[in-house]
């Protein structure tokens, strides 16, 4: 099976979703799928691999995506491939499947970011000014809107209802595959050796609840609520909570807020980082209060890790969690009360093991595997009737 994969980008420290395709992308090959990928990433070489890195000179970054859409366009018509899968959207694409959820789901989202009242206008406002998200919306609702247009890969329910919401796309044009993530392999030595590392290396102490934040995208990642959070358990008196925060981001306005908060001796900006399973392994709870997240990879994975996560509804990687038994899940992401109040109840360490313990039942529902066997299945199933839109 000769098969075309189409990701604008292929660039782990980008986020989870380049992340997933990867290791999607491998549990392919690993089954024998001959791929190519089209990017305007320049990834590292991998022996079975073939990347067509299509990337040229523009004047914007909507120039840039629009000029690397029409050349995807041409290549594909140019070879001869069983079926395209595409992940950026893609006109000929027989399988379509948005990581990153549907570009709508993600305006709203961002625009539920502002203050109600004037700030959310303001936003909705100036997004008329987004000349490449606009462009992108545009592409979005052509390949969707086609009554032959692709199938459609849902990574979670979440995803499910925002196709059906936005685009009223009807049960026939969806194929629900939940989100996988590769176990960690690391030996438990490994793990008890990493664990008193990292908690070594930053000065946490054996009494201490580690908490740990992973996200790029701080703000949409809910961070500043979280600080909010540890301001007001301190109020409480409850001094032992640390923070460590790895990613992405403008350190220097986001430790001004911890200045300001007064948490800026509990909580470190770690920076983005290769060893993120370590610092997993260092933590007692993960927090990821965010506003929105098709299915986020780092609540899968540290949910497999035995890792008690407190996510919102907004997450895809919700439906994975029973609230209050394998972790929690917040209503709104505004709610810092009831974020300091789940994270007080795992400080608990009794409570905190059974929820572990109840999470990491999740892995064979997840795994990566498991994702790439029914993406073959579906492949199977349509290949009959692939590329003749191409």
């Given at each position: 099976?000769?098969?075309?994969?189409?990701?604008?980008?292929?660039?782990?420290?980008?986020?989870?979703?380049?992340?997933?395709?990867?290791?999607?992308?491998?549990?392919?090959?690993?089954?024998?799928?001959?791929?190519?990928?089209?990017?305007?990433?320049?990834?590292s070489p991998t022996?079975?691999?073939?990347?067509?890195?299509?990337?040229?000179?523009?004047?914007?970054?909507?120039?840039?995506?629009?000029?690397?859409a029409h050349r995807v366009e041409r290549r594909l018509r140019e070879g001869s491939f069983d079926l395209v899968h595409a992940i950026s959207p893609c006109q000929a694409a027989d399988v379509y499947q948005p990581r990153g959820g549907t570009i709508a789901e993600s305006i709203e989202r961002n625009i539920a970011l502002r203050a109600p009242g004037v700030a959310r206008r303001f936003k909705r406002y100036a997004n008329r000014f987004n000349f490449k998200q606009r462009y992108m919306l545009g592409v979005e609702r052509k390949l969707l809107?086609?009554?032959?247009?692709?199938?459609?890969?849902?990574?979670?329910?979440?995803?499910?209802?925002?196709l059906k919401e936005h685009y009223d796309l009807c049960d026939d044009r969806i194929c629900k595959i939940y989100n996988g993530v590769d176990a960690d392999p690391t030996p438990p030595s490994q793990r008890q050796a990493d664990r008193k590392s990292i908690r070594n290396e930053f000065g946490i102490?054996?009494?201490?609840?580690?908490?740990?934040?992973?996200?790029?995208n701080f703000r949409l990642k809910g961070v500043h609520r979280w600080m909010e959070a540890v301001a007001l358990l301190r109020q409480r008196g409850i001094s032992n909570v640390r923070t460590l925060v790895v990613g992405r981001g403008d350190s220097h306005r986001w430790r001004r807020l911890a200045d300001r908060l007064g948490v800026s001796n509990v909580l470190t900006f770690v920076g983005p980082s290769e060893r993120?399973?370590?610092?997993?392994?260092a933590s007692d709870?993960?927090?990821?209060?965010?506003?929105?997240?098709?299915?986020?990879?780092?609540?899968?994975?540290?949910?497999?890790?035995?890792?008690?996560?407190?996510?919102?509804?907004?997450?895809?990687?919700?439906?994975?969690?029973?609230?209050?038994?394998?972790?929690?899940?917040?209503?709104?992401?505004?709610?810092?009360?009831?974020?300091?109040?789940?994270?007080?109840?795992?400080?608990?360490?009794?409570?905190?093991?059974?929820?572990?313990?109840?999470?990491?039942?999740?892995?064979?529902?997840?795994?990566?595997?498991?994702?790439?066997?029914?993406?073959?299945?579906?492949?199977?199933?349509?290949?009959?009737?692939?590329?003749?839109?191409?």
């Amino acid at each position: 099976m000769k098969i075309a994969i189409i990701t604008e980008w292929l660039d782990p420290w980008r986020g989870g979703a380049e992340t997933s395709t990867q290791q999607f992308m491998h549990h392919l090959m690993d089954r024998g799928v001959e791929l190519h990928v089209f990017t305007r990433s320049r990834p590292s070489p991998t022996p079975g691999l073939s990347v067509h890195s299509l990337n040229g000179a523009a004047m914007s970054r909507m120039r840039r995506s629009v000029t690397f859409a029409h050349r995807v366009e041409r290549r594909l018509r140019e070879g001869s491939f069983d079926l395209v899968h595409a992940i950026s959207p893609c006109q000929a694409a027989d399988v379509y499947q948005p990581r990153g959820g549907t570009i709508a789901e993600s305006i709203e989202r961002n625009i539920a970011l502002r203050a109600p009242g004037v700030a959310r206008r303001f936003k909705r406002y100036a997004n008329r000014f987004n000349f490449k998200q606009r462009y992108m919306l545009g592409v979005e609702r052509k390949l969707l809107g086609q009554r032959d247009g692709p199938t459609v890969v849902a990574i979670s329910d979440y995803v499910v209802r925002q196709l059906k919401e936005h685009y009223d796309l009807c049960d026939d044009r969806i194929c629900k595959i939940y989100n996988g993530v590769d176990a960690d392999p690391t030996p438990p030595s490994q793990r008890q050796a990493d664990r008193k590392s990292i908690r070594n290396e930053f000065g946490i102490g054996g009494n201490d609840l580690l908490v740990l934040v992973v996200a790029h995208n701080f703000r949409l990642k809910g961070v500043h609520r979280w600080m909010e959070a540890v301001a007001l358990l301190r109020q409480r008196g409850i001094s032992n909570v640390r923070t460590l925060v790895v990613g992405r981001g403008d350190s220097h306005r986001w430790r001004r807020l911890a200045d300001r908060l007064g948490v800026s001796n509990v909580l470190t900006f770690v920076g983005p980082s290769e060893r993120v399973r370590a610092f997993y392994q260092a933590s007692d709870v993960l927090v990821h209060a965010t506003y929105y997240d098709p299915c986020s990879r780092v609540v899968l994975e540290a949910m497999v890790a035995g890792i008690p996560c407190v996510t919102t509804r907004w997450d895809g990687a919700s439906e994975m969690i029973v609230d209050g038994k394998s972790g929690f899940v917040l209503n709104d992401p505004d709610d810092v009360d009831a974020l300091a109040q789940r994270v007080t109840f795992l400080r608990d360490e009794r409570k905190r093991r059974e929820m572990g313990i109840a999470a990491a039942k999740i892995a064979e529902q997840v795994s990566m595997a498991r994702h790439a066997d029914e993406m073959i299945k579906l492949y199977e199933r349509i290949l009959p009737t692939a590329g003749s839109r191409r």
